[in-house]
């Protein structure tokens, strides 16, 4: 059972454009959702998050945006750098658990 | 902020040996502790996790053993080693207060 999906496993964006990553989730307890990225051969790194009762958090070139009643985020990447060519997983926690579910993550490659 | 200790970085070892990869936290105490694998081209699978000293949840059934004998060290093991144990290894520190989870560097092991 795949609570947390990320059906594009790769996206590709020309350099100085946005970057729309998306994720789906199918259970209504998640009330927290984060976005990792990830270097190949390097653990991966914190990005931003935002809690269910939010719709939109921004962090700089980054923004995910939060649509609960149709269980989906979206990480927004504005402007596109090379140095954002990386795996990003987007990740959910139940509440009261120790546990966070992983998307399979999405393989961005921004194109020069 | 956290550092995440992870060693060593590679490991290459025949199929029916042990194996020992050890964790270790800084700049936090108390932390929740998480041992995750990452098979080539596939999402984070967690494979145990620990919310205090001697404490550990396994998630997956499987040919590996978790233990955590100081409040910031987390070690994985194994007695015989499998083909199918290959992987990258992932050790993860977090709290239940801030839910982001913080990433060591983690280990390639290639059993052969």
Known sequence: ?112 | SQTIHQWPATLVQPVGSPLSLECTVEGTSNPNLYWYRQAAGRGLQLLFYSVGIGQISSEVPQNLSASRPQDRQFILSSKKLLLSDSGFYLCASGSAVTYEQYFGPGTRLTVT
């Open chain 1, 1 to 112: 059972d795949q609570q947390v999906k990320q059906n594009s496993p790769s996206l590709s964006v020309q350099e100085g454009r946005i970057s729309i990553l998306n994720c789906d989730y199918t259970n209504s307890m998640f009330d927290y959702f984060l976005w990792y990225k990830k270097y190949p051969a390097e653990g991966p790194t914190f990005l931003i998050s935002i809690s269910s009762i939010k719709d939109k958090n921004e962090d700089g070139r980054f923004t995910v945006f939060l649509n609960k009643s149709a269980k989906h985020l979206s990480l927004h990447i504005v402007p596109s750098q090379p140095g954002d060519s990386a795996v990003y997983f987007c990740a959910a926690r139940k509440d009261s658990n120790y546990q966070l579910i992983w998307g399979a993550g999405t393989k961005l490659i921004i194109k020069p």
